[in-house]
């Protein structure tokens, strides 16, 4: 028991949940397992090939970027890989790598790195690796043609190939003329849209289990979907169909809910998740079936910064105090 | 008129078990004291006794003439060895008394002040005085002098005396004891200041973790119609005052001013005691409760020692240390100083000294930016953001500190405690209203 013995000293609080972004992270992978394993189970060793492609792209483009800036990779946050499986989920299974790459790299590098990193970035990194491949599709054509014969394609079953080169379900949808039973769409249908296109059911029951883990809250998700069915019943159109297809179910429970890209408050949520159902709705009946859920989201979270000004609360004792304080204190009561 | 709880908050594990049934210990005397001059909130003191001389228990050593202070007194009979500074718990050079303890013979010399038996007849002032002259101050951690307390503007009337016996804090059950072995006491303390302060009723808090407690201060207080036990719901920080008394009596005390602008006195469990103490008996503070207890600790138990015990003595008394015990925490885990060695002694505010291990003890000396999850905005007591707070005092960008309410925190660590990023919340808002402050002077 001498006063020799020393131990280490650090800030308060002095315990803590055990909780981390890391271990978060690893969570929102395991909830995008089931869509993933039924993505694969369809598009086969396309479906393991683009995802490893995306994941690989992502994890470079942060080493290289971040030593760009003198700073230490950030991969061991985990954090690269919840953006790189999404991005992945959000491609067809038929699309090049190159594509996917140049993806990455926007998501990443632009998306994320550039601007400030984890926890500054203002829009969300798969979103905006998605959508910037189709603003820059000049770009994409023109790695189609430098590229042109190295693209890799793996055998699929022949169902799954008509269904592929077929019309996509959101095409078919727009056209009005959507012949696939909603049941199928929900449990699994090789859709030819996104990876994740492929089951709205396992995308829900990984939400459930990050609504369950309180990575997330159900404000997001609920009001994104329940404005998209809102909004196309009053204009006519089956709710279902716009609900079941496309990346809206990835996009409403996995982007939009991205924490550093969404509001703070729970008021702010709900303004974000209607603002995003609204433009969803928009996008796809009237300017044709591509990508709205993302182009959606990325607009919608430029108004973040506004949309938590609007919503935040009044800190304790400042709003309510003084009126409540002159109705109640001095008068002497008894118990 | 009482919901039982407040918004916000977080359940850390209570880690109470190891000590709750342990009844208070008298832990044999050490052989030397220290006793620190600035023991509380306010001025320090200066000391009124010689090098050389010797000290009869409970008398004054160190006193000051500044109103926001108290005095402090000798824990034990004995001589007066050293004024000199020391390092204190804070980390900070304190000055202090080094008191050699005498023979248990010695310790029967006691310097008390007079017994005040007919306490209702008393004149509040007079009552006052003594609570000052008894270096009474706030038990709870805060150590803020209760004089002061007990002395609020004509135009703050107090209805209500809010004993607090939350004890919100894992691993501290010093204030569960005190509720179960001094209840009586407790309450006589609570209706001295009642009557002091010309309050109407008495309210003691506890949290429902506690139902021993509560049905036995409940038994106690039967007898005093004026007094009111109300179990409140077990969440972290309930045991501050704010949210303390926005749980019993559902008022917000009004952002940066004091419970008595609602109409409301807070005092611990502990303090309440004190103050019977000093009233009835004459005694003057000069010794607590303090529980030891931790995975590190040996003998975890609930000691009650004189002020200015060196803390090897009180791990002694716990059996010792254990060889994985990595971290040395002075209060509760939530709020208190890590220790760096065994240097510090007991003060007047130390309700704890836990030995942590590694697993249990949280690093937040790597940490990632903020990614915004909301946790900390969601768990603060005082509704801030706490994301934003932070990230402004690490970017050092003050006014926007004080725009997000650096100067409303509580220090309660309930942001950091939940942060995926573990980020260090406390000592980023720290420096923040450090700057603010001075910003506000300037």
């Known amino acids: ?335 | 008129m009482s919901s039982g709880t407040f918004l916000g908050g977080i359940h850390p594990p209570a880690h109470k078990e190891a000590t709750k049934g342990l009844a208070i210990e008298d832990a044999p005397l050490p052989g030397e004291l220290f006793v620190p001059l600035h023991q509380h909130l306010g001025a320090p003191c200066t000391a009124c006794v010689e090098v050389g001389q010797q000290v009869p228990k409970g008398q004054k050593i160190g006193d000051t003439e500044a109103f926001v202070s108290a005095p402090v007194h000798s824990p034990v009979s004995g001589k007066v060895t050293a004024i000199e500074k020391r390092r204190s718990f804070t980390g900070q050079e304190v000055l202090g008394v080094a008191i050699a303890v005498g023979s248990a013979e010695d310790q029967k010399a006691t310097a008390y002040l007079e017994k005040i038996a007919n306490w209702r007849e008393t004149q509040p002032d007079v009552i006052r005085t003594r609570v000052r002259e008894a270096g009474i101050v706030g038990l709870g951690g805060a150590a803020f002098p209760t004089s002061v307390k007990l002395s609020p503007p004509a135009d703050c009337p107090i209805d209500t005396i809010i004993i607090n016996g939350c004890e919100c804090e894992p691993f501290l059950t010093c204030d569960h004891r005190l509720l179960l072995e001094k209840a009586e006491d407790v309450i006589v303390g609570a209706l001295i200041m009642k009557q002091v302060l010309g309050a109407s009723r008495v309210i003691i808090g506890i949290e429902d973790n506690k139902p021993d407690a509560i049905a036995h201060v409940t038994g106690v207080a039967s007898g005093y119609p004026e007094v009111t036990v109300v179990g409140l719901h077990t969440k972290y920080p309930q045991g501050a005052e704010k949210q303390l008394i926005k749980a019993t009596l559902d008022r917000e005390v009004p952002a940066r001013g004091l419970p008595m602008k609602v109409g409301a006195l807070v005092q611990n469990v502990g303090t309440a005691l004190a103050v019977a103490e000093a009233v009835l008996e004459g005694k003057p503070l000069i010794e607590r409760v303090v529980t030891v207890s931790g995975p590190g600790v040996k003998r975890p138990c609930n000691l009650r020692v004189p002020l200015g015990t060196g803390l090897s003595h009180l791990l002694e008394q716990a059996g010792g240390l254990n060889a994985f015990a990595e971290r040395l925490v002075l209060g509760g885990p939530m709020t208190g100083w890590a220790q760096a060695d065994l240097g510090a002694s007991v003060v007047k505010g130390t309700g704890g000294l836990l030995a942590l291990d590694r697993a249990m003890a949280a690093s937040r000396d790597e940490f990632l930016d903020c990614v915004r999850c909301q946790r900390c905005a969601q768990v603060c007591p005082m509704y801030l953001y706490p994301n934003f707070l932070a990230t402004a005092a690490e970017l050092k960008q003050w006014p926007v500190a004080d725009r997000e309410g650096a100067l409303d925190c509580i220090e309660c660590g309930a942001c950091a405690f939940g942060c995926p990023s573990r980020r260090p919340m406390v000592r980023f808002i720290r420096e923040a209203k450090a700057a603010v402050a001075e910003m506000q002077r300037a």
């Open chain 1, 1 to 335: 028991m001498g006063r020799e013995r020393t131990f280490i000293v650090t800030d308060p609080p002095h315990l803590s949940s055990g909780e981390t972004v890391p271990r978060a992270m690893l969570d929102t992978m395991l909830a995008l397992l089931p869509v993933t394993l039924v993505s694969v189970y369809f598009y086969r060793l396309n479906a393991v090939f683009l995802i490893a492609v995306c994941l690989g792209a992502c994890v470079l483009t942060d080493v290289i970027a971040r030593r760009i800036k003198g700073r230490r990779p950030s991969v061991s946050d985990l954090s690269v890989f919840v953006t790189g499986l999404i991005l992945a989920l959000c491609f067809s299974p038929l699309t090049p790598w190159w594509t996917v790459v140049f993806a990455s790299i926007l998501a990443v590098g632009i998306g994320k790195e550039w601007m400030g990193g984890l926890g500054w970035n203002r829009f969300n990194p798969a979103a905006f690796g998605r959508a910037g491949v189709i603003i820059l599709a000049p770009v994409t054509v023109f790695l189609s043609r430098q590229f042109a014969g190295l693209g890799v394609r793996f055998p699929m079953s022949p169902e799954v190939v008509d269904s592929l080169t077929g019309a996509t379900p959101l095409a078919m949808m727009a056209r009005a003329e959507l012949e696939i039973p909603h049941l199928r769409l929900l449990l699994a249908y090789p859709s030819g849209g996104g990876l994740a296109e492929t089951s709205a059911l396992a995308l829900l029951l990984g939400g459930a289990y990050l609504l369950y883990r309180r990575h997330i809250t159900w404000h997001i998700p609920v009001s994104i979907l329940a404005t998209v069915a809102v909004f196309t019943a009053v204009i006519g159109h089956n709710p279902l169909d716009h609900l079941l297809v496309g990346g809206l179910m990835l996009g409403a429970l996995f982007m939009a809910t991205d924490w550093v890209t969404s509001p703070i408050t729970n008021p702010g949520r709900i303004i974000f998740g209607v603002m995003i159902g609204l433009l969803v709705v928009v996008f796809r009946v009237f300017l044709g079936p591509t990508e709205g859920v993302a182009f959606a989201i990325l607009i919608t979270n430029a108004f973040v910064p506004l949309i938590d000004g609007l919503t935040r609360r009044g800190v304790f004792g400042r709003v309510h105090a003084m009126k409540a304080a002159a109705a109640k204190a001095p008068t002497t009561k008894t118990a």
